[in-house]
């Protein structure tokens, strides 16, 4: 069974940095990740979405990267601001059109 | 864009009340799903359907029913309400991926659900 874990499940960071979010998944037969954005009390968007056949996938300051061998994705957030402040999950294929997620990486960009 | 909407965002409603969740896209999405997210337990599938008058039982289906009688339309059902289903729900839909892959899914903006 597809498992899927983000560490850390908090993390604040002054503005300005860059930083680094981290997925793992237990089952490298995947096809593709996504990566989502969800601010309190509110619903999931997607920011990414990266095949198995890319390394790489870019959305203005945010590059998502995905290593199957290895049972491994990040996302990169390049010049944070405090409106990247937000939890983010990653999911993957779960079967039948599912998608199993990560509980997700709270993170607090401080001004 | 795509757009989900769920009928509302917060609901306080009495131990045994029979409780209706709606959730309606205009994607024309074939598939819809329905969640809940609790505080360290993540996001857990409740029930999903691949066309109408179609479901599936998700990962924790008890004490829930699903209808969908049109393709936009996707209602949750808490029969009996209890405390324990005091949740934030949330619906999403998706396209039928190509070759049965999994496709993105767009969620709407949520229900906040208080069984007292």
């Known amino acids: 069974k597809q498992e899927v874990t983000q560490i850390p499940a908090a993390l604040s960071v002054p503005e300005g940095e860059n930083l680094v979010l981290n997925c793992s998944f237990t089952?490298?037969?995947?096809?593709?990740l996504q990566w989502f954005r969800q601010d309190p009390g509110k619903g999931l968007t997607s920011l990414l979405l990266?095949?198995?056949?890319?390394r790489e996938q870019t959305s203005g300051r945010l590059n998502a990267s995905l290593d199957k061998s290895s049972g491994r994705s990040t996302l990169y957030i390049a010049a944070s601001q405090p409106g990247d402040s937000a939890t983010y999950l990653c999911?993957?294929?779960?079967?039948?059109?599912?998608?199993?997620f990560g509980q997700g990486t709270r993170l607090t960009i401080n001004p | 864009d795509v757009k989900v909407t769920q009928s509302s965002r917060y609901l306080v409603k009495r131990t045994g009340e029979k409780v209706f969740l709606e959730c309606v896209q205009d994607?024309?999405?074939?598939?819809m799903f329905w969640y809940r997210q609790d505080p360290g337990l993540g996001l857990r599938l409740i029930y999903f359907?691949?066309?109408?008058?179609m479901k599936e039982k998700g990962d924790i289906p008890e004490g829930y029913s699903v209808s969908r009688e049109k393709k936009e339309r996707f209602s949750l059902i808490l029969e009996s309400a209890s405390t324990n289903q005091t949740s934030m729900y949330l619906c999403?839909?998706?396209?039928w991926g190509r070759g049965g892959r999994t496709d993105t899914q767009y969620f709407g903006p949520g229900t906040r659900l208080t069984v007292l």
């Open positions: 999911a993957v294929p779960g079967g039948a059109q599912k998608l199993v």
């Open positions: 994607m024309d999405h074939e598939n």
């Open positions: 359907s691949y066309d109408v008058k």
């Open positions: 089952d490298s037969a995947i096809y593709n």
């Open positions: 990266i095949q198995s056949s890319q």
């Open positions: 999403a839909s998706s396209f």
